[in-house]
């Protein structure tokens, strides 16, 4: 069964430094990995989606199908990226998603 | 925010009462879901439809039921509603993107069972 997995619950940082959220995934099949995005009491927003390789609001995240994982990275965090990110993965095409745990980042002046 | 609103927003209920929570799109798309986000969690799926009429359980579709009569609407009912269902629900729909399916939230309802 396919599951993805977010080791931190919670991660703090001060403005300014790196970022990387990570997220590994267990699926046997071609994954389609999605970041989202959680502000304060507002919906989830989709961030990224690993296939079409962008970059939004700084971040980025690469597939990496030999280690199952696809973290998200930003090279210098700002206090408006404190917030809950959510790693998820479709199985090839499905329209089923599996969610991560979450993990809420917290951006310190 | 892909047309979609859910309905009510906020809603206090007590244990054994019967709740509907409402989620209305207006872009025609054929996939819609339920979802509840708990602390330490993340988001479960409940129930998810694939059209008017078509749905399907989730993960955690035990003490929920769901209806989908108009293409526009998806219904979650708590039959029977237990303090264990205090919790935010959101729903989404999918929409095909470039090269695949992506889900777009409502802004989600907070039910608390007292």
């Known amino acids: 069964a396919q599951r993805v997995t977010q080791p931190e619950k919670l991660l703090s940082v001060f403005k300014g430094a790196p970022v990387e959220l990570k997220c590994n995934y267990s699926y046997s099949g071609s994954p389609e990995l999605f970041w989202y995005v959680q502000y304060s009491r507002q919906r989830l927003q989709l961030l990224l989606r690993h296939i079409s390789r962008e970059s939004i609001k700084g971040f980025t995240a690469d597939l990496n199908k030999g280690e199952t994982s696809f973290h998200l990275k930003k090279p210098f965090a700002q206090e408006e990226d404190s917030a809950m990110y959510y790693c998820a993965l479709s199985q090839g095409g499905s329209e089923k998603l599996v969610f991560g745990k979450g993990t809420k980042l917290t951006v310190n002046p | 925010d892909a047309g979609i609103t859910q309905s009510p927003r906020h809603k206090v209920t007590e244990t054994g009462t019967p709740v509907t929570l409402r989620c209305h799109q207006t872009?025609?798309?054929?996939?819609m879901y339920w979802y509840r986000q708990d602390p330490g969690h993340g988001l479960r799926l409940i129930h998810y439809s694939y059209g008017v009429k078509d749905t399907d359980k989730g993960e955690v579709s035990d003490g929920y039921s769901v209806s989908r009569s108009k293409t526009e609407d998806f219904l979650l009912t708590l039959e029977s509603a237990t303090s264990s269902q205090t919790s935010v629900y959101f729903c989404?729909?999918?929409?095909?993107?470039?090269?695949?399916?992506?889900?777009?939230f409502g802004p989600g309802t907070r039910l608390t069972v007292t």
């Open positions: 872009e025609n798309h054929r996939y």
């Open positions: 989404a729909i999918s929409r095909t993107g470039a090269y695949t399916y992506e889900q777009y």
